[in-house]
Each structure stands twice: as structure tokens, then as C-alpha cells.
């Protein structure tokens, strides 16, 4: 690296050009001024989601309390969800003395099934706590063939 | 703030002399004055750097104000770790290194013009002169390639260029503003004069 003086003195007053431009009179004058208008204008028009996340910038402590109050009401939201849905299961349980036959589908009982007598069934859906989906209807099984 | 920028907008008031840190400490806390007063205090510098830079006016204008706002902004960020002069110097240089990335080789120039003092100063006169071997070569012309030839400089070369031989600052002070040592400053500088010294060599021989 070769750092050593050479002769710049003609370009050195060459360059003195340069502090000799100006720009047009009055310019600093008014700069400031500029500057302080479009500040108040940047402010004014400044969106909503513009100054959010400015203030989130500009105050951490916004932020935070932001986030924690967030926080907050997920706890309190899944605190409140949690105690009500053992009150909603409740209403969905089963009766207790209920009684339920299963039937069983062993292969035997399908083999069987083309002979399978017609019987009234009651319904088995817990949410109609063993009343009949369709009061004075019987219902019938349909055999139904697996075999192509 | 904008209760106290409409007060200094119509009644603009400010106490010169205070140093940096107070005017900065005081602007921190809302006192739009003391913002103003470090804008007018710097203005002329830092337009200068940016004119310097882009070799254009409203180029220099924009980037000025926008480095004025930007530092607006951001001023709770300044905690007093280098001087406010190297601060803002900071944000505006990254805004015109950005700006002339986005610009590229698209240099449209925009001079302003030469002072009253410039067909006085005996430097530039003995340019014009005889001596020259564009004799009719004036000082609007030299401006001009003058001008072109920096725009042919990278930006860290024409950033120093501007900083110590245009602005006058010390070899310290840019290494601080460009975040680089004293050696890398004198070698930008040195590598710089000596390709502007080929740019313009049918102006500066004797």
C-alpha cells in the first residue's frame, strides 16, 4: 500500500471549487422550517398501525404491557373455558342405571345375520338419554351383504 | 411534540452557544428549540457532505431533511457514546450510501452555483490562467468536470475525498463517521486523489 505524499497540490486547489458552490440564498434559512413541516405533517397523517408499532419502538414498556395484558386474558379465557366444560360434559353423561346389550359382531353372528329375526331396537345415542328418536316408530335391521 | 413544533414554527426562538449534549439532553425531552438549534447548527455540513456525495441539489435537499427527520426519530436512541456531530454524520452518510446504491450510474447533476468569492480566490484564478492548458476552460466548466470525476470515485473514496479535502475534517474524525482506522482513512484518500488526479490530469498539468 503506497501511502506516501505525492503532489496533490494542483487538485488540492482544484477542489477548492467545490467549497465555493453554494446552494441558493436563503436555502438554510428555510431548511429547518421544512424539516419541521414534514415532521408535523409524517405525524398527522402517520397511520394507525404506523403509530403502534412507533410506540412500540420507541417505549419497550408499552410494548410489554401490550403482551401482558394479552397474556392475561388467554389465561383468564382458558381458565374460565376449563371450568365450565366439566359442567357441559356432565349434561352429556350417561345415566347411570342405563342398561346397554351389545351386539356382537363376531363372524359367526354376521354369517347368521341373513336369518336374523325382525326385533324392535331401542336406540343407543346417549344425547336422547334412551327415549326414541322417533316416538312409535320401529325400527328395522336390514341385512346387508358384504360380498361382492 | 406538536404542541411545541407549532409554538417554534411561529415564534422560532433559540439560544446559540450551548453545547451538544445539553441542546441533545433538552431535545430528548421535548424541547423542540433546542432540536432546531442543533438542525442549524449542522445543516450546512451535512448538506454539504450529501451535495458533495450526489453532485445534485434536490438530491443533497431531500437527503438533508430526511437525515434531520430520521435523527428526529431516533434521538432517545443517542446515549452520549460519541459526539452528536459523528451521530447524525452516521445517519446521514448511510442514507446517501443507500440512496446512490438505488440511484446506481444513473448520475443526473444538478450544481449549484459558485459563490461570489470563487473569481477572487487566487487559487482558481491561477486555474483559469494562462497556465492551464485549457485556456478557455472557465470555472463553470471546471466545476463541472470537477464533478464528474468524483461521481467516477467509489463512495468510500469520494467520501473521504469530501470529508478531509472539501470539509476539512481530521483523519480521526472520518475513521470515527465511517467506523474504520486512521490507516484505511489515509489509504482511501490517497488511492482517491491519485484516480481523481487521472481524471483531470488536462486540468492540473503546468
Known amino acids: 500500500m503506497n501511502t506516501e505524499p505525492e503532489n496533490f497540490e494542483a487538485l488540492q486547489k482544484l477542489l477548492k ?16 422550517r421544512k424539516v419541521w413541516m414534514r415532521i408535523e405533517q409524517e405525524e398527522s397523517r402517520g397511520s394507525f398501525w404506523n403509530r403502534w408499532f412507533q410506540a412500540f419502538g420507541l417505549k419497550p414498556s408499552v410494548a410489554y404491557a401490550f403482551g401482558l395484558i394479552i397474556c392475561g386474558t388467554l389465561i ?16 352429556h353423561s350417561l345415566p347411570q342405571n342405563e342398561s346397554f346389550t351389545s351386539v356382537p359382531l363376531s363372524p359367526p353372528a354376521i354369517s347368521k345375520i341373513g336369518a336374523f329375526p325382525e326385533q324392535e331396537f331401542t336406540p343407543t345415542n346417549p344425547v336422547t338419554s334412551g327415549e326414541p328418536l322417533y316416538p312409535g316408530m320401529k325400527l328395522r335391521v336390514e341385512p346387508v351383504s358384504f360380498n361382492p | ?90 445517519i446521514a452518510i448511510n ?9 446506481r450510474n444513473k448520475v443526473h447533476m444538478s450544481l449549484n452555483d459558485l459563490d461570489f468569492n470563487a473569481e477572487h480566490d487566487p487559487d482558481l484564478v491561477a486555474l483559469v490562467s494562462d497556465k492551464t492548458p485549457h485556456r478557455d476552460a472557465g470555472l463553470s466548466e471546471l466545476q463541472e468536470k470537477l464533478n464528474e470525476a468524483m461521481q467516477k470515485l467509489s463512495k468510500p ?12 475534517l481530521s483523519h480521526e474524525e472520518i475513521g470515527k463517521i465511517m467506523d474504520c482506522n486512521v490507516g484505511t482513512v489515509r489509504s482511501r484518500l490517497f488511492y482517491a486523489r491519485q484516480q481523481l488526479q487521472a481524471h483531470l490530469s488536462n486540468y492540473l498539468k503546468h
Open chain 2, 157 to 168: 473514496h469520494r467520501l473521504v475525498v469530501t470529508l478531509h479535502d472539501i470539509q476539512g
Open chain 2, 1 to 90: 411534540m406538536s404542541a411545541p413544533i407549532a409554538e417554534l414554527l411561529e415564534n422560532p426562538t433559540t439560544k446559540p452557544g450551548t453545547d451538544d449534549l445539553t441542546l441533545v439532553r433538552r431535545a430528548q425531552s421535548g424541547d423542540a428549540a433546542a432540536y432546531d438549534e442543533l438542525m442549524r447548527k449542522y445543516q450546512e455540513r451535512i448538506y454539504g457532505t450529501l451535495y458533495h456525495m450526489t453532485s445534485n441539489h434536490e438530491d443533497a435537499n431531500d437527503l438533508t431533511q430526511e437525515t434531520f427527520i430520521k435523527a428526529y426519530r431516533v434521538l432517545n436512541t443517542f446515549k452520549g457514546d460519541s459526539s452528536f456531530y459523528t451521530w447524525i454524520y452516521r
Open chain 1, 17 to 32: 471549487i467545490k467549497k465555493h458552490e453554494q446552494p441558493p440564498p436563503g436555502y438554510f434559512n428555510e431548511l429547518p
Open chain 2, 95 to 103: 442514507k446517501t450510501i443507500n440512496f446512490l446504491k438505488q440511484r
Open chain 1, 76 to 91: 383468564v379465557s382458558i381458565g374460565s373455558a376449563l371450568k365450565t366444560a366439566p359442567e357441559s360434559t356432565a349434561s
